[in-house]
């Protein structure tokens, strides 16, 4: 209210001099804010865009991951393989513990060089960093 009566006292005083002058200035930062609007627009846009073909991509990753694993878990000898590795190893290092805490008198042997590296590596990458490897495609997944 206040600017449109110092507009009038002005456009009274100074004539079509003020006016024609306020309109310039009144153009250039309407240009000015039409051009941040499509800027703005088309950025969007754009970032729309790559966000829907990256959901798009992370779907069909997906879809595909789960098709392999379906197939892989069809064939009994995969579907087995990692329960007839790990088992095992599991039973032993169990069996290992429970003599040697409670001294049922077991006397189960240790494996020999190679192997007792092989049963510790086993037992780690199934129960230890199989976890954290599917944390971290969920973190992976998340992030994009």
Known sequence: MLGSIVYRLLGWF?????????????????????????????TVAADTQIAIAHANAELQ????????MRADRGWWVTAWIRPLIVYPCVVHF???????????????????????????????????????EKAARVFTAGRG
């Open 94 to 132: 169990g069996a290992i513990v429970l003599d040697s805490t409670f001294l049922f008198g077991w006397g189960i042997a240790r494996l020999p060089a190679p192997y007792d590296f092989y049963e510790q590596a086993i037992i780690l990458s199934f129960f230890i960093a199989r976890p954290f």
């Open 61 to 68: 990753a997906r879809k595909v991951q789960a098709q392999v």
């Open 14 to 42: 100074g004539g079509d001099l003020f006016a024609t002058m306020l309109e310039k200035v009144l153009d250039h930062f309407r240009r000015k804010a039409n051009d941040d609007l499509a800027r703005l627009q088309t």
